[in-house]
């Protein structure tokens, strides 16, 4: 493999000599980070601002950068998140010291569970404070790098100017090196508000290391698929974030081998195509089918607790697991283990298997889609099915949607047709709360041509009622949809069915419609039988809308219990 391009050096005009020596006054540290992050092609960012952080925020208003502000810093921080997701770019998130900073854990920790490239830039105490002697500085930690350390990729401080370019880079290489992922920055306040005479910041270079399969590795897996009798196939979200679903199905073609996707994976295969098991990865007619496979092809997924059907999961045949997370490799299953990208592992697997034709393995399909729609259709819960149904008819084809911790959405994982890679997001890597609507405005913010869908309950949408206002100033849009069922309605269900009552999970709740008519933005309340009516048309209309669904919905029965 080739790293000329990093032996290249830019030659420099006489123009840009002269301006390097010479550079324009006033400018700060915080001028640094601005002009850096643009070197490194960044476009939007987003954030909060902060006593300690003014001085970037001085700087952004001299920048070409766009700004998305939202009113908490995880919500930011979801943002962040979803325009990383859509665009596969590398999304800056700027948060001020303590406070600020840790109110952005959460959404860091989504963000590392969901492989998305989110730099967080967080100002610090001045420098004199540092050391974890107790200065009584506002917003002082002993060791604020120590809070995000667990939960991102990599970590980097800056103590002088003159590092800010090389830390800011450095963290973009490791967000955008697979696995992609959040990483943190910390600069003190005195180095971002000083002002410096270094040179403008121009061309900077970051690329992300590509993680390769190894040839000999490739040659097994390949040997196992061409050999196969019952061969199938996990995907998950390595395959979407990879933009190899296409790759995918020329593999599944290729071998006939049947394709189910993890909830994270929704959209890398065809939902109606004939080797498709869909996504009812939490269906024991699933869990049996690929227990039954006697060589299992996984591909960017670990196979953690929902994708394996909360660990039932027994593969008796050999698996193969192709994981850019060397960590994920081997950690719930023996396999033989393939540390690659999904495409560059796909792309060359693909040239190395035999076809094998099996023209009962689509019978086969045929007949587990057959046995799961049997069995949910014996619980009688048709309401739900026709809400997933609803939903689907009403957002267009390509545009994004966004799915909180909330009944419907645990529907949707395993129910709707993500119709495009890339398309369907939800917060199940880590499950927290409060995640749909302000992933939908980033993702808006990432690309204002399309619509796009935020589903949540009414539990979670207290979280990030706030950024109702942040949809307005910016004119996103994006469609809310609130399921108010009066409560966390998956934790009663949780609770009913483990203990037999509940506590806890009851919840006063605003007048939604009223709540959002108050922040400007246009709200319906509707029923059932007019949603998909109304959602299509909310998200017809340019800017923010709300649309209220009182529902009391139920989950399928699990079958891992």
Same mark, same amino acid.
């Given at each position: ?26 400018? !700060? ?16 960012? %987003? ?43 590398? $999304?800056?998130?700027? +948060? ?17 569970? $969901? ?5 967080? &830039?967080?100002?610090? &105490? ?18 604020? #790098?120590?809070? %995000? ?7 980097? /401080? ?37 002002? =410096? ?68 994976? #929704? ?21 049996? %089918? ?23 999961? $027994? ?22 283990? &393939? ?6 592992? +796909? ?12 023209? *009962? ?31 689907? !008819? ?55 041509? #399309? ?9 979670? *949408? ?7 206002? !942040? ?24 609770? /009913?069915?483990? %203990?037999?009552?509940?506590?806890? =999970? ?19 309340? !509707?029923?059932?039988? =007019? ?19 009182? $529902? ?10």
């Amino acid at each position: 493999m080739s790293h000329d391009h990093h032996d290249e050096r830019p030659e420099l005009t006489p123009a840009q000599i002269a301006a390097a020596l010479s550079p324009p006054p006033g400018r !700060t540290g915080g001028d640094l980070v601005v002009e850096t992050l643009q070197g490194l092609g960044a476009t939007t960012v %987003f954030g909060l601002p902060g006593q300690h952080a003014l001085g970037i925020f001085d700087a952004l208003r001299r920048s070409c950068l766009d700004y998305v502000g939202l009113r908490v810093e995880n919500n930011a921080g979801f943002a962040a998140d979803a325009y990383g997701r859509i665009t596969g770019e590398v $999304a800056p998130l700027l +948060l001020s010291t303590g406070p600020g900073a840790l109110t952005s854990l959460a959404a860091l920790q989504e963000a590392a569970s $969901a492989s998305a490239p989110v730099l967080a &830039i967080s100002s610090q &105490i001045p420098t004199a404070g540092l050391g974890g002697g107790r200065h009584g500085y506002l917003h002082e930690l002993r060791d604020q #790098k120590a809070s %995000f350390r667990d939960v991102v990729k990599s970590v980097h /401080t800056v103590r002088t100017a003159s590092q800010i370019p090389s830390a800011i880079a450095a963290a973009w290489e490791s967000a955008l090196t697979a696995p992609h992922g959040p990483v943190w920055i910390e600069i003190p306040q005195d180095v971002l508000t000083a002002v =410096t005479t270094l040179p403008v910041v121009t061309a900077m270079d970051a690329t992300p290391r590509e993680v390769h399969a190894r040839p000999e590795l490739v040659a097994v897996a390949a040997h196992l698929l061409s050999n196969a009798e019952r061969p199938a196939i996990i995907a998950g979200g390595g395959v979407v974030r990879s933009d190899a679903s296409g790759k995918l199905r020329a593999l599944a073609e290729k071998v006939d081998a049947a394709v189910v996707t993890t909830y994270g994976g #929704k959209g890398a295969f065809p939902w109606g195509h004939p080797l498709s098991l869909q996504s009812w990865i939490e269906d024991r007619h699933t869990t049996d %089918f690929l227990e039954d496979a006697d060589v299992l092809l996984v591909v960017g997924s670990g196979l953690g607790e929902l994708s394996s059907n909360y660990h039932t999961f $027994a593969p008796r045949g050999r698996v193969v697991q192709i994981e850019a997370d060397a960590g994920k490799l081997e950690s719930n299953h023996p396999a033989l283990g &393939i540390h690659a990208d999904a495409r560059d592992a +796909l792309s060359d697997l693909l040239e190395a298997v035999t076809p094998r034709e099996d023209p *009962a393995a689509a019978e086969r399909v045929t007949a587990v889609l057959g046995r799961v729609r049997d069995r949910i259709a014996a619980q009688e819960l048709t309401l739900e099915q026709d809400l997933v149904a609803a939903v689907r !008819t009403a957002l267009p084809d390509a545009s994004p949607s966004f799915w909180d911790m909330t009944i419907l959405a645990y529907w949707a994982w395993a129910a709707f047709d993500a119709r495009h890679p890339n398309t369907m997001h939800s917060a199940q890597g880590s499950g927290g709360l409060g995640y749909a609507f302000p992933a939908a405005i980033g993702a808006a913010a990432a690309d204002r041509t #399309k619509p796009v869908l935020a589903v949540s309950g009414d539990g979670g *949408a207290m979280y990030s009622i706030a950024e109702l206002a !942040t949809a307005r100033q910016y004119d996103l849009p994006v469609t809310w949809l609130i399921i108010d069922d009066g409560g966390y309605g998956i934790l009663r269900e949780y609770m /009913t069915d483990a %203990f037999g009552e509940t506590s806890a =999970t009851e919840l006063a709740r605003p007048d939604f419609v009223a709540l959002a008519e108050s922040f400007g933005v246009p709200a319906v309340r !509707t029923s059932p039988k =007019t949603l998909a009516d109304d959602l299509a048309g909310a998200l017809a209309r340019p800017g923010p809308s709300v649309v209220v669904l009182p $529902a009391l919905l139920r989950m399928f029965a699990s079958t891992h219990l």
